[in-house]
Nanobody
Framework: VQLQASGGGLVQAGGSLRLACGAF????????MTWFRQAPGKGREFVAA????????DYTDSAKGRFTMSRDNAKNAVYLQMNNLKPEDTAVYYC???????????????????WGRGTQVTVSS
């Protein structure tokens, strides 16, 4: 599976961005899809994950109430709608896929099988 994220950019605090991630490969619907991010000088951290059927999403605490993850299996795509952005959301955002079985969602990098190239999100104060 090849993944490509897009939609990043520069936005003022309080603004919104919608990230998209296109997947190229087979059986997209069999993967748990996730978003991670890496801020300057920091390690990569979990942001959101969505179940294979797209019915349930899991978010890190700082994203709850502001970010919404969705997927369209017919289009092999996932999305991350980010509202009320804050300067601390500034990071490179990565979409990633997990084929881990027996779980609905994942949060650990160790459970990721495929990483996409990131897209830069910069939030100015």
């Amino acid at each position: 599976v090849q993944l490509q994220a897009s939609g990043g950019g520069l936005v003022q605090a309080g603004g919104s961005l919608r990230l998209a991630c296109g997947a190229f490969g087979r059986a997209f619907g069999t993967y748990i899809m996730t978003w991670f991010r890496q801020a300057p000088g920091k390690g990569r951290e979990f942001v959101a994950a969505i179940t294979r059927d797209g019915h349930t999403a899991d978010y890190t605490d700082s994203a709850k109430g502001r970010f919404t993850m969705s997927r369209d299996n017919a289009k092999n795509a996932v999305y991350l709608q980010m509202n009320n952005l804050k300067p601390e959301d500034t990071a490179v955002y990565y979409c990633a896929a997990s084929s881990k079985v027996g779980v609905a969602t994942i949060r650990r990098e160790d459970d990721i099988n495929y990483w996409g190239r990131g897209t830069q999100v910069t939030v100015s104060s």
